[in-house]
């Protein structure tokens, strides 16, 4: 069973930085792509980053495009979301995902993570 593990969340002011790690386990097939997510309350998840896994191709939500920087580690199957000039909107949980193919790029995914917590305060 894959098991995705976020890590790097935190409180922050705004205008700050954080950046989030995802580490793959149990991974018994080729990744395509990872994803980042976030929910804040009351509010539906949205995409915020993604990258393919062989050409490391990334792709943005316009809200983050300029702030957000997605990268990964295909050795040990890590993907990181490098998050700067954060603002309050942008608190939420963040979650991971992996996805097995092409289809549904960059926004279905077949395996996700539990979430961490980021609080940008103003």
């Known amino acids: 069973q894959v098991q995705l593990v976020e890590s790097g969340g935190g409180l922050v002011q705004a205008g700050g930085s954080l950046r989030l790690s995802c580490r793959a386990f149990?991974?018994?097939?080729?990744?395509?792509?990872m994803g980042w997510f976030r929910q804040s309350p009351g509010k539906a998840r949205e995409f915020v980053a993604a990258?393919?896994?062989?050409?490391?191709?990334?792709y943005y939500a316009d809200s983050v495009k300029g702030r957000f920087t997605i990268s990964r580690d295909n050795g040990k199957n890590t993907v990181y979301l490098q998050m700067n000039s954060l603002k309050p909107e942008d608190t939420g949980v963040y979650y991971c995902?992996?996805?097995?193919?092409?289809?549904?790029?960059?926004?279905?995914?077949?395996?996700w993570g539990q979430g961490t917590q980021v609080t940008v305060s103003s």
């Open positions: 995902a992996v996805g097995r193919s092409g289809s549904g790029w960059p926004y279905e995914y077949d395996y």
């Open positions: 149990a991974v018994t097939f080729s990744i395509y792509r």
């Open positions: 990258i393919t896994w062989s050409g490391g191709l990334p």
